[in-house]
């Protein structure tokens, strides 16, 4: 079974400018998240997708912060314009449902972000 | 107050050792907990979901403490494989939401 993939695997950008992030989750995992893990902490849940809906964002910095995931399928997370301090890894992982029940959740190898 | 709390290590063992990791977590209607182990430059990977009547699986056992909102991860045998970063994770219930803490580091030494 073909894991969470992630493209790309590094970018570095300049501050201000925009970045993209691509993930196709497993197929059949109805629920998608996007994390944030800055050096030296766990990861943070951004943005969280049952289907095509968004069911949490409470921590998505929604002024320069974007994601979508418009056929329920693969996602993309945005950033316009970045800053210093989102150099992280941003790790995306599905898993098969999100509701009440605790499912495991599989991540993809992430994108490492360097603002400079 | 940091909602998932663990010490960050790291923890430097010989192999063989017998090593043990606590984490202690602040919002008391958390459902389910787990422990991931993430090895260095690499995605969070599930070791093993925790009880609150204690599990075990192999060289590895955790336990679970309502009361005291406390998890523990034990490692007997220490491989070298083992070195990583193990992390605390809560699901504080609602659609499957993980809370992770900053993770222990351990090192197992030949």
């Known amino acids: 079974e073909a894991g969470v993939a992630q493209s790309p695997r590094y970018k570095i950008i300049e501050k201000r400018q925009s970045v993209a992030f691509w993930c196709n989750p497993i197929?059949?995992?109805?629920?998608l998240y996007w994390y944030q893990q800055i050096l030296g902490q766990g990861p943070k849940l951004l943005i969280q997708?049952?289907?095509?809906?968004?069911?949490?964002d409470s921590q998505l910095p929604k002024d320069r912060f974007s994601a979508e995931r418009l056929k329920g399928v693969d996602s993309t997370l945005k950033i316009q314009p970045a800053k210093l301090e989102d150099s992280a890894v941003y790790l995306c992982?599905?898993?098969?449902?999100?509701?009440?029940?605790?499912?495991?959740?599989?991540f993809g190898p992430g994108t490492r972000l360097t603002v400079t | 107050r940091k909602e998932v709390e663990q010490d960050p290590g790291p923890f430097n063992v010989p192999e063989g050792a017998t090593v043990a990791f606590n984490c202690t977590y602040s919002?008391?209607?958390?459902?389910?907990f787990f422990w991931y182990r993430q090895d260095c430059r690499k995605e969070p990977k599930l070791l093993m979901s925790?009880?609150?009547s204690g599990n075990e699986d192999g060289r590895f056992t955790a336990q679970l403490n309502r009361a005291s909102q406390y998890i523990s991860l034990l490692i007997r045998d220490s491989k070298l494989s083992d070195s990583a970063t193990y992390l605390c994770?809560?699901?504080?219930?609602?659609?499957?939401?993980?809370?992770f803490g900053a993770g222990t580091r351990l090192a197992v030494h030949p």
């Open positions: 925790v009880y609150s």
């Open positions: 992982a599905s898993s098969p449902v999100g509701r009440t029940s605790s499912y495991e959740q599989y």
């Open positions: 994770v809560v699901n504080t219930g609602g659609y499957n939401k993980l809370i």
């Open positions: 997708f049952q289907n095509n809906g968004v069911v949490d």
């Open positions: 919002n008391s209607a958390s459902q389910s």
């Open positions: 197929s059949g995992h109805a629920t």
